[in-house]
């Protein structure tokens, strides 16, 4: 992507050099440019631009010396993984620091998201034409199948919707939607649920926590459905929290308090506050009104227990490439990026990220040989 | 009782609109019988008040906007479905609120600073007017 700009992308000057266009930090006079289409859908996504045949979304990143990390090393892992993935580049518009990302859709395709997916279910389950959705969310049959719990219905309708997306944004209940899917042949749903497997042992071992339904999705042309490539891992790594600066310093000082007073628990308090959003089944949620779910180790743990022998393999198959390709070498693979996009990884970021990985590995490290012994016993 | 004009209008209207989105006559005939009543008891032209909402070339729903009241027809199987009204205790369609929501975007903002003190039916004309990713969630 981009390959003949090196380093950092600065879009002031590839609109001038390709478009001919002087930026003056108006927006709206961008988006009145031919080559720019923008982007409504995000708080953060911002502009499509439309070069040479290919289009590229700028999205600007908050704390960008902390957290574009997340989005660059998540891409470069999942390809290490096999696992497609979006490509992201490091880019600048007018100081804005973000990342440049080739759109996943070929001519025609529509991306679905997850949320569009539940949205069709929840209308496909009307039973007449008069039915609201509340009259669906209150169905006792629909909430058994769904396993929808009681405490939903004491809440206003817009949040039970909310809650309801989050309840169902789990493997084993978009398996249950995805079948009932328009048009919906065997081999799409066989792709895009092994897919939705992979992104779910992507998300526990990169420590991704917000793979909520807008954040995954499948791709459609034609009625042809295929799975779309893992996007958005801005917040993986243990990276996106709002105060992102102020939390590198409590883990360093965690961290050393936990090595010279041997408590790592005080290093794994601060990993196990990372919740996968995008789980196997409703038993990782933890607490419904906060919509707290289960840390990436113990979904990972139920993973194991729930998964048949073939996905127990490529577990312990994705494990093993982590571990030795990702874990071992993650000072090159770091420095590939950096050379790739011109930028240098902070020394307390590096230091954040590289101590949690290590320290997450390590632990799914335990659970899959738990699991292994046991099942040798 | 509603002018004889105006629901003739309205038809033709529905017909015209939902053809140059090339809908099928079929859909199209789905819509108004759907909707008869609905279409029957409008006291204006609907015109100005009819948006389509598309996720790249999928239509998604049409949606019928009046002031800060909505109402929407979800598109499947080639069909448009009866008019769901808006009402938060109700029905709640949640690719429609993101929509709507755009408006309140800080990026739509800065194209479009009057936003914010617009009514949903303006608000919704003034999204269809900004270039939107025609591959991804828009407003014809």
Redesign the interface.
Known sequence: MFDDYKGMIQLQQLFKDEYGYSCNDDLRELSNQSFIELEGNGADAMFWINYRGKKYLFKPIKDFECNVWGELLGEKFASILGIPCAKYRAANYMGTLGVLSESILEDDETLILGSEIFQKFLNSQKRDAKETIKDIINNYEFQTTYKIPSEFLTLSLHDQQRYLFNHLNNLNQVKLILKQYKNMDPQAFFDITKHLFDILVFDIFTLQGDRHPNNWGIKEKNQIKRPAEVFDNCTSLGLGYIDISKRLVLFREEYFNAKMLREPERIYHFIHQIEPSFTLSEDNIVEVATRKKDYAAKVLDDLLQKSNPDEQDRINELYTTFNSEIIDKFDDILKEVEDTNDLKMRDEVYFYISNILQMHSLELGDIISKYRRSKLL | MIARETINKNIKEILKHFAEQNCTLDSIHSFIL?NLDFILGLENCIRDNLYFIY????L?CVLLAFEDTYYWS?Y??EKF??I?SE?????????VE??LH?AD????K???PQITSMNIEQKIHE?KK?????????VK
């Open positions: 759907n996720n790249g070339d999928n998604y979800l499947e199987n479905s009866c769901i009402d938060k205790n109700l029905n709640y369609d949640y690719i993101m929509i755009f975007a800080e990026k739509i800065r194209i479009s999204l900004i270039r939107l990713n025609y591959d991804g969630y828009h």
